[in-house]
């Protein structure tokens, strides 16, 4: 692999720190001042550019840095709005980019702006490169900042695959999704993200017979609904294993000794999965596990009754319902229905988008792998079902092959990122800002200097 100095940590952070200062808590988003700001720095590099604003003030920036087109181009992709805050539960303004303790505070930090900041760094940086005739891009550089990833991507990513196709005309993407690094048996692992599960809201509804409050009897639709919603969360609905958790497993076990390592080898079976993950001792782990085994139904909103003294005459739950990629709204009413073993309870499935798989033997994930083993020696990558969703599954949709993985390493004395992301004082250490720009710098490299 060739050597170039890294791009500067304290540039990334800096231009972090200015888009941590731009609110765009979505609703209502108003990404517009973030997108002009990336606007700007890509003007003065002289890189193409270009934004849309389909509604008022929601805003994404596109922008290309072109090479010899010897292989198809590479898609940068992060979102720039971020989920709302309670600013009186912040140690610190959610929106002031503050630096303490080599810790960078922001709503934002590590959902998803960091990643907005260290491929803007890449794409100047390999624009300056360029420039200087000290490189030539073999595959175009693609940026794609969007608005409404928190909330949909209806005024996003949603809007600019049916607009806007050629943006996307790409042989890879990357975006979130994996790349948090967790430890399990004393190892480093590296989840990247090469499937998706998808969403299908399920509503589970109740007639029952209203009446007054003094007098019990047995046809409450919320009784009824309860039974129901009880029986659905109990346990986990039937297993399913896609190949990437056949490999996530394989690979973890690799790494660990008896009897954890068989203990991985057997999370895959479906006699013995259920059982280890309930004996494993980290139960946040086993949940994570079984998210990706799972089509997953989780009770989020309740609705019944308009008065304390009154049995209401109906009851309905939203169920939160994500699906392994390969199961369809079939699938999840029919589980739903056997597990819930009775009739009143009728059951709704929306429309949704199904998740997506794809393969790890490919030259991206060849290239994380390898920059991710030269940042960190003890550190391995593993192919990883997402469990939740992301705007890959509309590029997904349209072809492209999309991969998650935001490089950061788990730190002695701070949350872990699954919580900080959306939790409150969200932050981000310089150092793994630095680690997540050095990994994917040597990503890129590779990936245009190899086939």
């Known amino acids: 692999m060739l050597e170039y100095p890294y791009p500067s940590t304290q540039e990334t952070v800096s231009r972090l720190q200015n888009l941590l200062r731009i609110n765009t808590i979505n609703p209502p988003g108003n990404e517009d001042v973030a997108a002009a700001y990336l606007q700007q720095l890509f003007n003065e590099a002289g890189i193409e550019n270009a934004i849309v604003e389909p509604f008022p003030r929601r805003t994404s920036i596109w922008a290309r840095l072109k090479g010899n087109g010897n292989k198809k181009p590479l898609l940068l992709v992060s979102h720039l709005d971020v989920v709302p805050v309670e600013q009186e539960k912040w140690s610190v303004d959610p929106f002031g980019g503050e630096i303490i303790d080599s810790m960078i505070y922001g709503r ?25 005739q000290q490189f030539t891009l073999d595959r175009d550089l693609i940026f794609l900042s969007v608005a409404d990833e928190e909330r949909g991507g209806e005024a996003g990513m949603q809007w600019i695959i049916k607009n806007k196709p050629e943006w996307v005309d790409a042989e890879f993407a990357l975006n979130e999704g994996g790349g948090s690094g967790v430890q399990i048996g004393g190892k480093r692992i ?38 129901a919603v009880h029986r659905v969360a109990a346990k986990p609905l039937p297993l399913h294993i896609t190949e990437t958790s056949r490999q996530f497993f394989a690979k973890i076990a690799k790494t660990q000794r008896m009897p954890q390592q068989l203990m991985l080898q057997l999370a895959a079976n479906p006699v013995f999965a259920n059982t280890i993950y309930n004996a494993l001792p980290d139960q946040n782990l086993a949940n994570v596990f079984r998210a990706m085994t799972h089509n997953t139904a989780s009770p989020t909103v309740m609705h019944a009754g308009q008065a304390h003294n009154v049995i209401p005459g109906e009851a309905s739950v939203h169920l939160d319902c994500r699906l392994i990629p390969g199961q369809n709204q079939a699938d999840i009413e029919r589980e739903l229905r056997e597990r819930i073993q009775d009739p009143r309870v009728h059951i709704e499935v929306d429309d949704g988008l199904p998740g997506y798989e794809f393969s790890s033997k490919t030259p991206i994930f060849a290239a994380i792998s390898r920059a991710t083993a030269k940042e960190d020696p003890d550190g391995i990558v593993a192919p990883y079902l997402f469990p939740a969703v992301s705007d890959s599954r509309f590029l997904a949709r349209a072809g492209v092959t999309c991969y998650g993985f935001i490089p950061m390493k788990p730190e002695t004395g701070v949350p872990p990122i699954q919580l900080l992301a959306h939790g409150h004082d969200e932050r981000i250490s310089i150092a793994n800002v630095e680690f997540g720009l050095r990994v994917l710098f040597q990503t890129l490299i590779e990936l245009q200097t190899k086939s």
């Open 108 to 132: 934002g930090a590590v959902d998803m702006k960091q990643m907005t900041a260290i491929q803007l760094t890449l794409l100047l940086y390999f624009a300056q490169l360029q420039k200087d």
């Open 190 to 227: 590296y989840p990247c993200e090469a499937a998706q599960k998808g969403p299908f809201p399920v509503t589970l509804r109740v007639t029952g017979e209203p009446g007054h409050g003094s007098i019990p009897h047995q046809n409450n639709a919320l009784a009824i609904l309860a039974r």
